[in-house]
């Protein structure tokens, strides 16, 4: 009996003491978290210049990282004066009522050397929906990289009210970008 408790303790030791995922801090300086789509034919690009991502992620542990990112939505600024004013209205990100978005992920895989998807939930405007998101990463020692690119509905999100449902001037598909450096949290 004592040499099964002792198999079983030896079995479930590794386990009870393996680390959690590392944590990283992202540097936002060097990092930048966009979006793009095009209104009456033209493109255009935009920052949000306020957010912040909790992020725990190894790629040999992909089964307990994590990533969690909170966007202040009326940090959005796309450069044009007009535009930018009235993307905290209501007819738009309504930032009175929905102040962030998030994305929340607990599920990765690796799709191929440096290249990861994380399947989640993205939220704007209250209307959560899943998204999987592909991204590339470079880990040198403590530092890394990483760049993603996906494209949104915006109207399953509810981003474009009124006047604004229609595509005919601005088109539904917008395209968000993160672009972030991250480090080794000490």
């Known amino acids: 009996?004592?040499?099964?408790?002792?198999?079983?303790a030896a079995w479930a030791l590794p386990?009870?003491?393996m680390a959690a995922p590392p944590a990283w801090l992202v540097d936002k300086a060097a990092s930048k978290l966009g979006f793009a789509g095009t209104v009456s034919g033209k493109g255009f690009a935009g920052v949000f210049r306020r957010w912040d991502a909790v992020?725990?992620?190894?790629?040999?542990?992909?089964?307990?990282?994590?990533v969690t990112v909170?966007?202040?939505?009326?940090?959005?600024?796309?450069?044009?004066?007009?535009?930018?004013?009235?993307?905290?209205d209501q007819d738009w990100f309504w930032t009175s009522h929905f102040p962030h978005a998030t994305f929340v992920a607990k599920n990765f895989r690796s799709t191929a050397p440096g290249r990861?998807?994380?399947?989640?939930?993205l939220t704007i405007r209250g209307v959560a929906k899943p998204l999987t998101l592909p991204f590339s990463l470079a880990i040198t020692g403590p530092s890394a990289k990483m760049n993603a690119r996906a494209s949104l509905d915006r109207l399953a999100f509810g981003v474009g009210q009124g006047e604004w449902q229609a595509t005919d001037t601005v088109a539904g598909p917008v395209v968000v970008t993160a672009d972030l450096t991250a480090h080794l949290a000490k």
């Open 116 to 121: 990861y998807e994380a399947a989640g939930l």
């Open 1 to 8: 009996m004592k040499a099964a408790l002792l198999a079983i």
């Open 55 to 66: 992020i725990h992620f190894d790629p040999k542990d992909l089964a307990h990282s994590d």
């Open 70 to 88: 909170t966007v202040e939505m009326a940090s959005a600024v796309t450069g044009d004066g007009d535009r930018d004013a009235l993307l905290p």
């Open 15 to 17: 386990a009870l003491t």
